[in-house]
């Protein structure tokens, strides 16, 4: 698919033209301390690899993540982050087309629409709907970063992106996505000096757009009250974790890390899903839904966990230490605060280096915080500095 070949071609060119155009100031840009720290997860993670003895049976995942740390290193020379914030716009732009396009052929050869029902519809998206709202997200963010505080003919067109990936977000019924994007409005209110007018605006908004979602989506009234093959007066709580995979998934990775203790090197990737598959076949008592969970291979479905299990304590301690270095050195800026936060939730719910669109998205986020330089004139709404 033309879509998903494009990053991989970018990636071809920037290989083909780094060694000419990288000089020694370029890799200075590797010499801070969340560089540095990154440097050493990476490697890391490949010695443990290496210890354990699956560095060949989890070499598909290692490449992936190998992936996203090649995106910073071949961006090193790039000075002007507009053109790369402009293309995740684009990308979103067109994966929205393409979705709805793909979707309203679908819908005129008669298949009932229903999201959160119809694995059919789903399937027509260019990618799974946590990926598409995770480039929903960065697009609205890369808009908001290209905005300028005062008066441009450009401004309208990322207001438009921003309106745009907003209302996808919402007709996708992206559930992940959609509480990023509240808490980084609410992160957004430790960056203003109009803190109050702001707070009433988000309160008021958040309410308005939960009515409307509530009122227009069926599908999602449904998962609130009931679902078709439950007691429909279980409500919210009972039946998110009856009907949510998540939870099933969740508790047994929990029982793994329970039942593995502290692990130096931990047990693969590959071998933390076959235990994941040990687990769905042993702990789930209905023989349907055990069936479904094995035939589905769901992985751990949260990436500190599955660091942690794949590849051990340090390698653990060392993402989060990073991730803990990129958010103290960037902490006064929005920008990169909500890029960070952003993966933070995505890589709650999901392993996003198991995906080479994750790989990708860890990979810009990476090279938008170690690379690129903060900006000098920031909104005057948010400066750029916690008051």
């Given amino acids: 698919m033309y879509f998903r070949a494009l990053p991989n071609i970018l990636l071809v060119v920037l290989a083909v033209v780094f060694p000419f155009i990288i000089q020694k100031k370029h890799l200075r840009k590797l010499t801070s301390r969340s560089s540095i720290l990154w440097l050493c997860f990476f490697g890391a993670l490949l010695l443990a690899e290496a210890i354990s003895g699956n560095i060949m049976e989890d070499m598909a995942i290692l490449k992936k993540i190998a992936l996203a740390l090649a995106l910073v290193i071949l961006y090193l020379p790039i000075e002007n982050f507009k053109k790369l914030y402009k293309a995740i716009i684009f990308s979103s732009i067109a994966a929205i087309l393409f979705s709805l396009v793909k979707l309203f052929l679908l819908l005129n050869q008669g298949y009932t629409f229903g999201f959160l029902e119809s694995a059919t519809i789903v399937e027509a998206i260019l990618v799974d709907r946590i990926y598409l709202g995770f480039l929903s997200v960065i697009s609205i963010l890369a808009s908001y970063q290209l905005l300028r505080k005062e008066y441009h003919p450009d401004n309208r067109y990322y207001l438009a992106n921003i309106t745009l990936n907003v209302l996808f977000i919402l007709f996708i019924v992206s559930r992940i996505a959609i509480i990023t994007l ?32 509530f009122v227009v989506n069926q599908d999602l009234r449904k ?19 009856a009907y949510e995979p998540r939870t099933v998934i969740w508790d047994c990775a929990w029982k793994n890390v329970s039942g593995t203790g502290v692990s130096l090197t ?15 076949e042993n702990n789930i008592a209905n023989p349907v839904k055990s069936k479904w969970f094995l035939k589905q291979k769901y992985n751990v479905h949260n990436q ?13 301690l060392l993402l989060m230490i990073s991730l803990g270095s990129l958010f103290f050195e960037n902490r006064k800026h929005f920008f990169p605060t909500a890029l960070l936060l952003s993966l933070f939730c995505f890589a709650m719910v999901e392993n996003v280096f198991h995906r080479q669109i994750g790989a990708y998205y860890v990979g810009f986020i990476l090279l938008t915080l170690l690379i690129n330089k903060h900006s000098e004139n920031e909104k005057e709404v948010i400066k750029g500095e916690i008051p």
């Fill in 266 to 280: 931990g047990m693969g990737f590959v071998g933390t899903n076959q235990k994941m598959m040990d687990c769905y």
């Fill in 304 to 316: 500190f966990l599955d660091t942690y299990l794949g590849g051990g304590i340090l390698v653990f």
């Fill in 182 to 213: 509240l808490l980084i409005f609410i992160l957004s209110l430790f960056y203003s000096k109009k803190r109050g007018s702001q707070l009433l605006f988000a309160v008021g908004g958040i309410f308005l757009i939960a009515v409307l979602v």
């Fill in 223 to 241: 998962k609130i009250f009931y679902a078709q093959d439950a007691q429909k007066n279980q409500g919210l709580i009972a039946n998110t974790m």
